[in-house]
T-cell receptor, first 113, second 115 residues
Framework: DVKVTQSSRYLVKRTGEKVFLECVQDMDHENMFWYRQDPGLGLRLIYFSYDVKMKEKGDIPEGYSVSREKKERFSLILESASTNQTSMYLC????????????FGEGSWLTVV | AQSVAQPEDQVNVAEGNPLTVKCTYSVSGNPYLFWYVQYPNRGLQFLLKYITGDNLVKGSYGFEAEFNKSQTSFHLKKPSALVSDSALYFCAVREGYSSASKIIFGSGTRLSIRP
């Protein structure tokens, strides 16, 4: 089974803090994605990566950056957290044997106070 | 630009009845279509996909979906609903075969099955 692991399920951070959300996949997938999910807005793509050290902006990259130093790990960084970044963050991966299907982690609930 | 629409925010069905969750899409090329399910406080789980071939696709938990090219639809169906099917369902479309190509999600439909 594909396993995408988001190490932090629930986080509470203060405005202005730097926040790291980590995601690890164990299927040797080339492609990894970060989405945020908000009620009524569905899933919106923040960034994706199709290879190590490669990244592409999604639909809502403002206020976020990413890092992919190793194939299995894709990190989302909030340089200075703001209250409007309170959301559910979902990591996904795909490629290799999964073809064009992407698989999701369990999600990280971030609250910025 | 590609897009996907789920016209119903909520669908309510009695247990044992058939269910349908609607999805329509727009792409300029060949569509690759997906359904995912999300249970409370969990990530999205892959249910099924249409790439090519038979218009009726079977997936996990007894779900199936019918691809209709002329109506640009990909409705999710199940012959007999279970209370445990209650969850949030997302339709998604990808333009292009590669998993690196952009995948767009609908806004989701909440399915509620009453005993």
């Amino acid at each position: 089974d594909v396993k995408v692991t988001q190490s932090s399920r629930y986080l509470v951070k203060r405005t202005g803090e730097k926040v790291f959300l980590e995601c690890v996949q164990d299927m040797d997938h080339e492609n990894m994605f970060w989405y945020r999910q908000d009620p009524g807005l569905g899933l919106r793509l923040i960034y994706f990566s199709y290879d190590v050290k490669m990244k592409e902006k999604g639909d809502i990259p403002e206020g976020y950056s990413v890092s992919r130093e190793k194939k299995e790990r894709f990190s989302l960084i909030l340089e200075s957290a703001s209250t409007n970044q309170t959301s559910m963050y979902l990591c996904a991966s795909g490629g290799g044997d999964s073809g064009n299907t992407i698989y999701f982690g369990e999600g990280s609930w971030l609250t910025v106070v | 630009a590609q897009s996907v629409a789920q016209p119903e925010d909520q669908v309510n069905v009695a247990e044992g009845n058939p269910l349908t969750v609607k999805c329509t899409y727009s792409v300029s090329g060949n569509p690759y279509l997906f359904w995912y399910v999300q249970y409370p406080n969990r990530g999205l789980q892959f249910l099924l996909k249409y790439i090519t071939g038979d218009n009726l696709v079977k997936g996990s938990y007894g779900f199936e979906a019918e691809f209709n090219k002329s109506q640009t639809s990909f409705h999710l169906k199940k012959p007999s609903a279970l209370v445990s099917d209650s969850a949030l369902y997302f339709c998604a479309v990808r333009e292009g075969y590669s998993s690196a190509s952009k995948i767009i999600f609908g806004s989701g439909t909440r399915l509620s099955i009453r005993p």
